[in-house]
C-alpha cells in the first residue's frame, strides 16, 4: 500500500503560528515534532512507499523533516487546485492495481491502534474495487466540518458544513460522521471514477502529468496546472460515484483546524493554562497560551493568547475560527504576514529579519554546510556581508575568494555573485541591504541548485 500524503494548505486559522511558507503541518507543536513527521511515522507503519504531493516552496521544509524516511517521492504542484487534481495526478503515476491511502499532513490521530484497525477494513473494501472514506465518530455538535451520512459502511449522503442545530440534529441521530479527508483505494478505480464523473479535471491532469518533468522529482509546469478546474475530491468524485464505502473511525482525531482544537490537544496546568515555561499566570485558568517571551497573565480565563516575533493575536475561546478574517484583512493591506515569518526557511538554510527600514534592510543568514544561495544579481540594491562564523565561499562576477569570521565584503548593484558553505559547520553571516527597494521579489537567479524559477 501506498501513503499520498497532501501537504498543501497554509493552515491561515492558525495565524500567527502557520504562514503560507511555514503552514502548521510544519510547525513543530508536539513534543518538538511537527503533524508530518507525525504522518510519515504513523502511515510508514502499513505503507511501503509514501507520495508526498506538495507546492515547490514547501518540499524543502519536507525533506528537512523527514531525513530517517525511506521509500519516498514527491510530485511538486506551481499553484493549487484542490484535491481532485493533487490526487489525480499523484495516481497517474502509480500502479493501477495498487491500493493507496490518501491523508493529509496536519492531522493528529491518536489511537495508533484504532487507527490501524480502521485502515485494514478500509484496505478489504478497497480490493473490492471501492472508493473508501473515513467517517470520524463526532464527540460533539462540531459546525466546522463536513458531514457523512451513512448506513453501516453504506454511504448515504454526504452534507455541507452545518449550522448548530442542524449539527446537533446529526448527533442525535447517530449515523452520521464528520468528514475527515482520508480515503482509500486503489489508484485505478479512482482515476476511472474522476474521468466518469469529472472528465474536464481528469484530462487537464493527464495532460499536465503527461507533459510533467519527471527526473527524480515529478514537477508540474505552471502552465499545465493552471488549465485544471479547481475542485475536491469529495465534489468531483465521493459524492457522485455509487462505489462509495465509509469506515467509522473512532481513532482520537483532530484537523487542528483552529486554536480551539489545538487547546484541547496541548497539555495543560492544574489551572487549565497550556503548559508554557515562560507564563507567570496570576487567578487566571483555561487559557491557550504560546509565546517564547514571558507573558504574565492576570485575571484572564478562557483567552487566546499567540505571540510570534511580529505578530500578536488575542482572543477569546470559541471565537478562533474568526483568525481567518484577519488574515484576509492582512492580505488586503499587501502585508507580508500571512506569508512568511520573520525567520524564513529556504532549501539552502534560514534567513531572518532584524530590521526592515525604507532605505535598508538587515539580515542574519544561516547557509547549511555545503549548501549555497542561487547565482544571482539585484537591480536595487547592494549587499554587505559580514562573516559571524563559519567559512563563507563568495563568488562576484568571475572572481571566487574566502571570507572569514569578522572579515567582510560588499557586492554592488547588479553585480552577479553568489554564497556558499563549503565548509562542515553552519555559516553565519550578517547582511546589510542598501536601497529604495529591498523586496525579496528584486532577485534574478542566474543558476540554482534547487531548481527554483
Not at 462505489?243 to 482520537?252: D, G, L, W
Request: aromatic share 8%; net charge negative.
Amino acid at each position: 500500500m501506498i501513503n499520498i500524503i497532501l501537504c498543501g494548505g497554509s493552515g491561515t486559522r492558525l495565524w500567527p503560528i502557520s504562514r503560507t511558507l511555514m503552514p502548521k503541518q510544519f510547525v513543530k507543536l508536539f513534543n518538538d515534532q511537527s503533524l508530518f513527521q507525525l504522518t510519515l511515522k504513523r502511515n510508514s507503519l502499513f505503507c511501503n512507499q509514501q507520495y508526498i504531493v506538495s507546492n515547490a516552496e514547501q518540499y524543502f521544509l519536507a525533506v528537512d523533516q523527514m531525513e530517517h524516511t525511506k521509500n519516498a517521492s514527491f510530485l511538486l504542484e506551481p499553484l493549487g487546485r484542490n484535491t481532485a487534481p493533487a490526487i489525480a495526478l499523484a495516481c497517474f503515476n502509480i500502479d493501477p492495481n495498487e491500493i493507496v491511502l490518501v491523508t493529509p499532513s496536519d492531522h493528529l490521530i491518536k489511537d495508533q491502534t484504532a487507527y490501524e484497525n480502521a485502515v485494514t477494513q478500509a484496505k478489504i473494501e478497497a480490493e473490492k474495487n471501492n472508493l473508501v472514506t473515513f467517517g470520524i465518530t463526532p464527540s460533539y455538535a462540531e459546525t466546522g466540518y463536513g458531514y457523512i451520512e451513512a448506513d453501516g459502511t453504506n454511504v448515504l449522503s454526504f452534507k455541507e458544513k452545518p449550522d448548530t442545530t442542524t449539527a446537533e440534529t446529526y448527533i442525535k441521530a447517530g449515523n452520521y460522521y464528520w468528514n475527515s479527508g482520508m480515503f482509500c483505494f486503489k489508484a485505478g478505480v479512482f482515476l476511472k471514477e474522476l474521468e466518469k464523473h469529472s472528465p474536464n479535471i481528469y484530462n487537464t491532469a493527464l495532460n499536465a502529468y503527461e507533459h510533467a518533468n519527471k527526473e527524480n522529482i515529478i514537477r508540474i509546469s505552471h502552465d499545465d496546472m493552471a488549465q485544471i478546474p479547481e475542485d475536491s475530491i469529495d465534489y468531483a468524485v465521493m459524492e457522485q460515484s455509487n462505489r462509495v464505502k465509509v469506515i467509522p473511525s473512532n481513532i482520537a482525531w483532530s484537523d487542528l483546524g483552529s486554536f480551539d482544537a489545538l487547546y484541547d490537544e496541548l497539555p495543560k496546568d492544574d489551572q487549565g493554562n497550556t503548559t508554557n515555561k515562560n507564563l507567570i499566570a496570576v487567578n487566571s485558568k483555561n487559557n491557550l497560551i504560546i509565546s517564547d517571551k514571558m507573558v504574565a497573565a492576570v485575571d484572564l480565563e478562557d483567552m487566546i493568547i499567540v505571540h510570534t516575533d511580529d505578530a500578536l493575536l488575542i482572543s477569546k475561546k470559541g471565537s478562533s475560527q474568526k483568525v481567518k478574517q484577519v488574515v484576509q484583512k492582512l492580505k488586503e493591506k499587501g502585508s507580508s504576514l500571512p506569508q512568511i515569518h520573520i525567520t524564513a526557511h529556504r532549501p539552502w538554510g534560514t534567513y531572518t529579519i532584524l530590521e526592515d527600514t525604507p532605505g535598508y534592510k538587515i539580515k542574519r543568514i544561516v547557509v547549511k554546510p555545503k549548501k549555497r544561495l542561487s547565482l544571482q544579481k539585484h537591480f536595487h540594491r547592494s549587499e554587505h556581508w559580514i562573516v559571524v562564523s563559519g567559512t563563507a565561499m563568495v563568488t562576484v562576477g568571475e572572481k571566487s575568494f574566502l571570507v572569514r569570521p569578522n572579515e567582510s565584503t560588499y557586492i554592488k548593484m547588479g553585480e552577479i555573485h553568489r554564497l556558499e558553505n563549503p565548509g562542515k559547520i553552519n555559516l553565519v553571516l550578517i547582511e546589510a541591504q542598501v536601497g529604495e527597494y529591498t523586496g525579496e521579489d528584486d532577485i534574478v537567479r542566474i543558476d540554482d541548485d534547487f531548481k527554483r524559477s
